[in-house]
DNA sequence: TTTAGCACTCTATAGTATAGTGTGCTTAGC
DNA sequence: GCTAAGCACACTATACTATAGAGTGCTAAA
């Protein structure tokens, strides 16, 4: 069976008409719309021509029709009206944004919470690294009796400190020597680099402060390590309760609960070669518990070696639009803070406690 | 009316076996109790007194009867049997707090995440600051063309950092003569001490880097001022799906809200005078989304100016005595490990990203 | 090709009957 | 003066039935 015109048209205004009112739509609500003048008879053949097709559904024999996954997939494809942003929100993505953010795990949540509340929806963001740092200064410092301040300079202008603390004093010249060697063995390293070999010889020439080489070099390692890492924060799962689907409060705990348990650590490798904003319907989904759920995701830059994340989860039947317009004006406006130079000190370590 | 022994006896009975059936309890479920050797109509006779005196409620006429606030504030202050933790309860939350934390933030996550696995419901910790912290020495190092790295150590011992980015180079000499004007002029100063005045005579005395001195103030001032905060971390928000009571989800999502949204920024001021675990039964508490919530809060030691707090949130009909003992087994723990030097590594400053 | 008409299906809702649980009260026993 | 047994009454939860309403599919006519 061909797909024609007539049946596109009314496909969409099914899956607009379901988005709306979470009822199964039936065909004399179609013929009410604007714009379609055919009688309810021939609406019926229609729909049930979709229905052969496998784009709608029906609960039951006397029901209205439902989209289909097939059918979701179709509209988010290539039947979904660009939803154009309001002045309102568009201003008030960007005046959420445009609070400096400074730390990278701080900002994601900062992030998600903002798009969740833009969406009304549960979102998850997150800030995956591409490429391990290395090591690009060693600084030493002292900081009062018995006190070292240890300073790491990554080649992603990233700084992290740790304070030392030690049972002897040591001399500023005893840690200008050290910073010395460490500066001309230890430098550009990727973490396996940091041999128990090196080691032994950095400690060897370091003079009366190689005591502290152990701390330095674990401290440095697991920096490096934790480089790799991916930060992720996920907010508003309790908006979910507000959709009608999940009503049944089990269904909604498992959503949820999967939504928290970070089963959503694989969606980083979705997006991987994906451009633009990629929606996930329903059984699209890998993770079992998001089966009945949507997901649409979109990437952004935050420059650095950092790749952000933005996404939103929500019923199948969501407004697809809607959410994508808002993502993406999301993920653009993100990008852009992020290129202006005086906006990005993000990288640029900062320490609250 | 007197309140019998008798009476504690068919009380304590009533809250138990509603914490576990969530169900009204009847007259005949209480002779069915061991150590209860009364017939059902003198159990009734007894349920009827402790109605009267405001300690029980009745749902409708011919139901059972369920604890009201008055009734658990009772149970939970003289009635409650102590909960003795299973070695496998104590060995498991040991477990998981043993695994060290270098940032308060994360670590208030990882808590409250922690207790509320243990707990199986939402939990809240937090970590707030009494007394601020001064500046006890600055720190200027050179970090490439055109980068400067700012050091900043507070007399809390943590250490904060910032990468400044100049369009001049400053020469070495030049970063340790600011150092030292920095380090006599601006240390031990509480953020008000900052004036404009002050920043003046600085950049009068500073030499070539006197440019830099407005990032370092504005950085300083920032940082201090943050010491005042609280850390608040929320987890497992979801769990509160799990309790009968919340399988009416407007019921849970008022709930959950309210969680996610720092009402709960008022229970540290409970806390403040109080010792030990402390339990708000329902109308007890402040917040109206609450009234129909029961809080147990206690509070741990971190440390170093800090004030460690978790608590639960759930049902009135919470198993109090199993949540008050794994909560203050928590802390327990919590302080302890802080209490040992070789973990105590928290207030050093320690950067991720 | 479209539409009007109609019988049919299915659901949601309200109303009714019934079993079960629990109470309060009265009365009898210790 | 307690305690216990018995009984009428109250109320809920559950199943069952009836009914209205919405929507479909099919047929036949325009």
Redesign the pocket.
């Known amino acids: 069976m061909e797909l024609t015109e007539?049946k596109k048209k009314v496909l969409r205004s099914v899956v607009d008409l379901y988005i709306r009112t979470a009822?199964?739509?039936?065909?004399?609500?179609i013929t009410e719309l604007p714009d379609m003048?055919?009688?309810?008879?021939?609406i019926?053949?229609e729909?049930?021509d979709l229905?052969a097709m496998g784009y709608l559904e029906?609960?039951?024999?006397?029901?209205?029709?439902v989209p289909s996954a097939a059918g979701y997939r179709l509209y988010v494809d290539e039947l979904m009206q660009d939803y154009r942003l309001s002045m309102d929100e568009t201003n008030s993505i960007t005046a959420a944004i445009e609070e400096k953010m400074q730390r990278v795990d701080k900002l994601m949540e900062k992030v998600a919470k903002i798009v969740s509340q833009a969406t009304d929806l549960p979102a998850i963001s997150l800030a995956s690294r591409f490429g391990g740092a290395e090591v690009k200064h060693f600084e030493l410092i002292t900081a009062g009796p018995g006190s070292v301040i240890l300073v790491v300079m990554l080649t992603s202008d990233e700084v992290v400190n740790k304070l030392i603390r030690l049972p002897v004093s040591v001399t500023e010249s005893d840690l200008k020597l050290l910073s010395a060697v460490l500066n001309t063995t230890m430098t550009n390293l990727p973490p396996e680099g940091f041999t128990p070999e090196l080691m032994e010889r950095v400690m060897d020439n370091a003079g009366p402060a190689a005591s502290l080489v152990p701390v330095v070099v674990e401290f440095t390692v697991e920096t490096l390590q934790k480089q790799g890492s991916t930060n992720m924060a996920v907010a508003g799962q309790m908006r979910l309760l507000g959709q009608p689907e999940y009503r049944d409060v089990d269904k909604a705990q498992r959503v949820l609960t999967s939504l928290d348990e970070e089963a959503l650590s694989n969606l980083p490798a979705v997006m991987q070669n994906a451009n633009g904003t990629k929606v996930l319907v329903g059984p699209e989904n890998v993770a079992q518990e998001l089966k009945d759920t949507s997901v649409v995701m979109t990437k952004f830059d935050i420059g650095d070696g950092l790749q952000g994340m933005i996404g939103v989860v929500g019923p199948t039947r969501m407004d697809y639009a809607k959410v994508t317009a808002r993502l993406s004006y999301f993920a653009e406006s993100l990008s852009k803070m992020f290129a202006k130079p005086e906006q990005a000190q993000l990288p640029e370590g900062r320490e609250e406690e």
């Open positions: 007539r009822e199964p739509v039936g065909s004399k609500a003048n055919y009688s309810s008879a021939t019926r053949n729909m049930a229905t029906q609960p039951h024999t006397s029901a209205g029709r």
